[in-house]
């Protein structure tokens, strides 16, 4: 098998915007600046000009909104977009099945909205909030992203949301809190894996470090392709950090608790052999189900030289020194 390495540079011909996306986006764009500070198409405009979603209640629970974002263009990716419906019907998500191709169809009926956000702990004031206020509150853009599953596979995904940086310093964590816990929901009656899967320590819940959760790539996520997230990917707020591996980003956030010691994390409480609480892609550091030097990229034949902290070594090795 030939396996081919691309420089980390290097941008394939095939990941370039279709021209129609790029002239839909112009005329978007185009017309921006006259609608500043008004609705148009689920879509709303700060005074600053910043484009914020304003995520009217979809009319259907499956329903998936619009939404536009631009694109950031740091964080180039070498292999091509993972196919959207590769991306929202191949998911691992307990909370619904273990069965990654039926998750898309138990999460149907899953409700996202209303959805209420708690931030607790070592933060100057504790409150609650709407996740759309939340959302209006904070800068939206798009970011490709590589997505790396312990199982050793892989997708690439063009994921909408805010730095987690920009979420932290809203929250004001006091001097003393060196970890942010991230909860999810808990409604067995919607999600089935939490009605049978009975033996584990639901909700789910992870945590980073809070110089993890201010670096730059780190990012909460709203939506993907284009559209508001799906309930299967995690509506309607997840976690994206793209150089762990991707049961660190937690879906379903309903809580953010900051605090001084370090949590503890689900898969890293129920099989500690396994996993671990910092849970870096590393090609070096095997696993004992899953050797980690390779990976397949999802809906192709594509099998790829795993990369250490999954190719974004630049952005964060100086946290692990």
Not at 291 to 319: F, I
Request: charged share 25%; net charge positive.
């Amino acid at each position: 098998m030939l396996i081919k390495i691309p420089r980390g540079w290097h941008i394939p011909e095939r990941e370039a915007t279709p021209e129609h996306v790029y002239l839909n986006r112009r005329k978007f764009l185009a017309g921006a600046s006259a609608a500043a500070g008004v609705g148009i198409g689920g879509l709303v405009f700060s005074g600053e000009g910043g484009l914020l979603a304003a995520f009217p209640a979809p009319k259907r629970k499956s329903e998936l909104l619009r939404i536009s974002a631009v694109r950031n263009p740091e964080y180039v990716v070498d292999h091509p977009i993972t196919a959207e419906r590769v991306a929202t019907r191949f998911n691992n998500y307990y909370e619904f099945t273990e069965i990654k191709d039926r998750v898309w169809k138990l999460a149907e009926e899953f409700e996202p909205r209303p959805w209420e956000i708690e931030i607790k702990g070592l933060v100057e004031k504790p409150r609650k909030i709407d996740v759309d206020d939340l959302v209006r509150r904070m800068p939206l853009e798009e970011r490709v992203y590589r997505h790396r599953c312990v199982e050793t596979w892989a997708i690439i995904v063009p994921w909408i949301g805010f730095p987690m940086k920009k979420f932290v310093e809203w929250c004001a964590p006091k001097s003393k809190a060196r970890y942010v816990r991230m909860v999810s929901f808990y409604r067995p009656a919607q999600a089935e894996g939490q009605r049978v899967a009975t033996s584990y320590p639901w909700p789910y819940h992870e945590a980073l470090t809070l110089a993890e959760a201010t670096n730059e790539l780190a990012l909460l996520v709203v939506g993907m392709y284009g559209k508001t997230l799906p309930n299967q990917n995690g509506a309607p707020l997840r976690l994206h950090i793209p150089w762990k591996y991707g049961f660190k980003s937690i879906k379903g956030i309903t809580r953010f608790e900051f605090t001084d010691e370090q949590p503890p994390t689900f898969w890293n409480a129920t099989i500690p052999t396994e996993y671990d609480f910092v849970a870096n892609v590393d090609p070096a550091k095997p696993h004992p189900r899953w050797p980690q030097a390779h990976e397949q990229l999802v809906g192709t034949e594509g099998v790829v030289p795993t990369r250490l902290y999954n190719g974004y070594e630049k952005y964060v090795a100086s946290l692990y020194k």
